[in-house]
C-alpha cells in the first residue's frame, strides 16, 4: 500500500457497498484501485482531462 491508498480496513468497509464486478462493457477494471485514483484527484486536485 502506497501512500495516501485506502488502508485494508477502509476497503473492507467499502468493498460490500460496490456493484459486482461482471457483466460484458467491462467498465470497471478493479474497484480499489479505481476508487484510489478518485481519491487521488480529490487530494491533488488535478485537472480533469477534457
Do not use: C, F, S
Amino acid at each position: 500500500m502506497r501512500r495516501g491508498e485506502l488502508t485494508d480496513e477502509a476497503w473492507a468497509a467499502i468493498a460490500p457497498l460496490l456493484p459486482e464486478r461482471g457483466g460484458t462493457r467491462g467498465r470497471w477494471r478493479n474497484h480499489r484501485q479505481v476508487i484510489n485514483g478518485i481519491l487521488w484527484k480529490l487530494r491533488t486536485g488535478a485537472p480533469l482531462d477534457r
